[in-house]
Each structure stands twice: as C-alpha cells, then as structure tokens.
C-alpha cells in the first residue's frame, strides 16, 4: 500500500487529520473555560452562578450580566492558555497528540479572543451596550478595537513562537522559514474562524480544503531518511483521536442542548 501512502501523502495527511479532529473536543473544553470565566466573575461579584447551558451553535453561564461577567469569558479562554502554555514548559511533553493538543489550546485561547472582541457581537455587543449610556458610544468602540489590536499583537507573539515551535518537532525536515510561514498561517486560520464562526455545513469544509493545498505546499513529503526523528502520530493515536471526535460529534447532535447544573 505504499502507493496509496504516497497518494495521501500518509506522513502529511495524517498528522494534519489528526490536528483538526482534536481541535473539536478542545472547541469544548475552550466553551467550559470561557463560559467558567464568566460564571467565577459573576461568583466574585456576588450574583449566584447557577449553571452553564450549552447548545449547538450556542452556550452561555447562568449568571447575572455586568461588563465584568462579559469580560470574564475571555479572561476564563486566558487562563486556559496560560495554564496549559506553562504547564507544557515545565513537563516539556514529546507526543503527538499532547503538543498538537497544547498548540491548538494555545491558538485557539491566544488568537480568538480579539476577534470576538473586535466583532463587536456576543460578549463584545453586551458590554458595548452596558458600558456606553455613561461613557459616548464611539468611545466604547474606540477601547474595544484598541484593546483587541493589543492584545492581537501580543497573543500572536506568544501563539507564533508555539505554532513553530510545534510545526518544527512534527515535520522536523521542513525549513525554520517554513514552519514560520506555517505559524502565521495557522494564527491566520484561527483569525478568519474567530471572524466569520466555523460552520460545518457552511464555508467550513471550504477553508479547511484550502488549508489543506496550503500547508501542503508548505509541508513537502517526508523525505525517506531514517535519521531523522519526527513524533508523527501512530495508527493507534489517530484511531483513538477519532473515535473522540465521533463521539464529541454524537454528543452534540444527540445530546445537546443540555444545561450542566452547578
Ligand atoms: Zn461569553
């Protein structure tokens, strides 16, 4: 079957299947923390936080609104990255599936919350209307744009220095200038997912093709070397990763809309 792991590009195919299976799981722990984030906000504010509803398309804390609550999910999305960012620095983990898992927790939680800050919808929408009856509208939108651009720039430093990092390890016989393009790619990626939402049934499965010739022509075919190293995922690993994802999948259209009581 060498053929066919010539056709798929077996040693590039694969991890990047993988990659994007995991992310759907992450997607929800991503939900939990965010939603988390505001529901201890609004705790530490006194309001009774009585649990996290979460649907399809849709999820929120059963807690009482204030700017702060609205903040709090991003600041829950912050902390998931910090404490996973630190904790791989520390256990420095080798495997597939825990650096795909840290890249993408790192990514997603780094990159995504200035996008939906600048949307100005949701959480972003919410605050604009709580906050601007004493402050000028304009003003409002003036913080919010300058604050997602801030912390743009310095989520995309850290999220570019993880993103090639981890690109380095998986495809180790690409060059440093790929994997940097492939890092600015990803963060990219998570920028136009944070702009225009990921849709399964929508533009979706089109931005995921369209990365997949990207990073195909970034990621030549691994070169048949025996010395050279590489963590790519085994056939165990992508089997578990994607009876995770086919189990996360059935959940959703099964199971959901639930309500997880606190
Ligand atoms: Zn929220």
Redesign the pocket.
């Known amino acids: 079957m060498a053929w066919a792991g010539r056709l798929l590009g077996h040693n590039r195919f694969i991890p990047l299947l993988t990659l994007v299976l995991l992310s759907f799981p992450v997607g929800y722990l991503t939900v939990l923390c965010?939603e988390l984030g505001?529901g201890l906000v609004g705790l530490a504010q006194g309001s009774p936080f009585t649990g996290i509803f979460l649907g399809v398309n849709l999820a929120?804390a059963l807690v009482n609104n204030s700017p702060l609550v609205s903040v709090g999910?991003w600041i829950g999305q912050y902390a998931l990255a910090a404490g996973v960012g630190l904790a791989s620095w520390k256990a420095k983990p080798r495997s597939f599936t825990a650096r795909s898992l840290v890249f993408i927790v790192v990514l997603e939680n780094l990159v995504g919350p200035p996008f939906a800050i600048a949307s100005l919808k949701?959480?972003s929408g919410n605050l604009q209307l709580m906050t601007s009856p004493p402050l000028s509208g304009g003003l409002v939108v003036a913080a919010l744009e300058g604050t997602a651009a801030a912390l743009f720039i310095i989520g995309s430093y850290f999220a570019i220095g993880v993103a090639q990092n981890y690109f380095r390890h998986v495809f180790p016989w690409i060059t440093e200038r790929r994997a940097w393009y492939l890092a600015l790619f990803a963060i990219a990626f998570v920028a136009v997912e944070g702009t225009i939402g990921y849709q399964l049934s929508g533009t979706g499965p089109l931005l995921l093709s369209i990365c997949f010739v990207l990073v195909f022509t970034l990621i030549p075919a691994r070169p048949d070397l025996d010395s050279i190293s590489t963590t790519l995922p085994s056939r165990t690993t992508f089997a578990i990763t994607l009876l995770v994802f086919v189990l996360v999948e059935a959940i959703t259209y099964l199971v959901l809309p639930i309500t997880i009581p606190l």
């Open positions: 965010h505001h929120y999910g949701g959480d």
